[in-house]
C-alpha cells in the first residue's frame, strides 16, 4: 500500500536556513537550489544541495525541482571533487526516519571518500565554523576555476 505524503514542516532547519533565519556555511546558490556545508561532516568537503521548493521527501518535490537539484549536486560534486581530490565521491539521499533521513526537507549529501580515512558517524560530530569556513572557500575557488560559479 502507497504510504500518505509527508507533511511539510516549515520550521525545519532547512526551512529555517533557506528563509535566512538561521546561518550556513553557503557555497552555491541559485534561483532554485542552494548548496552549504554538512555542519557534522562524515568527511572534509561534506556539502548538502537542497531543491528551494518545499517537499519533505523526494516523492514530493516537482520534476522541475528534482532536475534543479541533481543538476547543482552535479555542479558541487565537481567543484568538492576538485578542491578535496578525494579518492571517491559518494552522493546520497535519504526519505524517512526509518531510511536515515533527520532533516524533513529534501537534501542531496555529497561526501568525498578518503581510502585512508573511515568516514566520521552521521550527523554526530559537529565540525570548527572556521573550518566548515575555509572549506567552503575552497570550494567556492574550485566552483569558480571550473567556470560553475
Ligand atoms: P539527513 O539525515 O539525510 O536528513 O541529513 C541531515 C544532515 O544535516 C546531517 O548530515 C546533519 O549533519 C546536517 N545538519 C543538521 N543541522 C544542520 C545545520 N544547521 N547546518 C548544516 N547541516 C546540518
Redesign the pocket.
Known amino acids: 500500500m502507497q504510504k500518505d505524503a509527508a507533511v511539510y514542516d516549515q520550521n525545519n ?2 526551512a529555517r ?1 533557506l528563509r535566512g533565519e ?4 553557503k557555497v552555491y546558490e541559485d534561483a532554485d537550489t542552494v548548496a ?7 568527511s572534509d568537503g ?1 556539502v ?1 544541495v537542497l531543491p528551494r521548493e518545499p517537499a519533505a521527501e523526494l516523492f514530493e518535490l516537482s520534476e522541475g525541482a528534482a532536475a534543479a537539484a541533481i543538476r547543482t549536486t552535479q555542479r558541487i560534486a565537481r567543484a568538492v571533487r576538485h578542491a578535496f581530490a578525494p579518492d571517491g565521491v559518494s552522493i ?3 526519505n524517512g526516519a526509518a ?7 529534501v ?1 542531496f ?1 555529497i561526501v568525498p571518500r578518503y581510502a585512508d580515512r573511515a568516514l566520521r558517524g ?3 560530530e ?1 565540525q570548527q565554523p572556521d573550518v566548515l569556513r575555509e572549506h567552503a572557500e575552497r570550494i567556492q575557488a574550485a566552483l569558480r576555476e571550473l567556470g560553475l560559479a
Open positions: 532547519i532547512f536556513i538561521l546561518p550556513s556555511h552549504f556545508m554538512d555542519i557534522m561532516p562524515q561534506h548538502l546520497g539521499q535519504f531510511a536515515g533521513q533527520t532533516v524533513p526537507h537534501h549529501h552521521h550527523a554526530s559537529p
